[in-house]
């Protein structure tokens, strides 16, 4: 498996921005898709962004509620992935996981079970 480390959450005020970062200690970084997933309290852990290993570095997928928002970039030589967080919202508030995935595919990459590896995550909170 391979250990991730989040950084970057704190609190924000709504219409503010962040910038999350995840190290990955694997030497075959470039081969993973990674992805984002937060977890509220009382809610469910839920997909935000993902970067299949085979996308150029301006492609991303990120979910619905982030859409405009938010943006994933990985940066290969750094084992680095990041989520650019702008015009946050009360509603974004969660814990934010990093999760790496060497066998998923495209069609899998927004589902929790595709992931083998989790950071302990960092939190968010956006006040109003």
């Known amino acids: 498996q391979v250990q991730l480390v989040e950084s970057g959450g704190g609190l924000v005020q709504a219409g503010g921005s962040l910038r999350l970062s995840c190290e990955a200690s694997a030497n075959t970084f470039n081969r993973y898709t990674m992805a984002w997933f937060r977890q509220a309290p009382g809610k469910e852990r839920e997909f935000v962004a993902a970067k299949n290993w085979r996308w150029s570095s301006s492609r991303g997928d990120v979910a619905d509620s982030v859409k405009g928002r938010f943006t994933i970039s990985r940066d290969n030589a750094k084992n680095t992935v990041y989520l650019q967080m702008h015009s946050l919202k009360p509603d974004d508030t969660a814990r934010y996981y990093c999760?790496?995935?060497?066998?998923?595919?495209?069609?899998?990459?927004?589902?929790?079970?595709?992931?083998?590896?989790w950071g302990q995550g960092t939190q968010v909170t956006v006040s109003s």
């Open positions: 999760a790496a995935s060497f066998f998923g595919t495209v069609s899998t990459m927004t589902q929790i079970s595709a992931y083998e590896s």
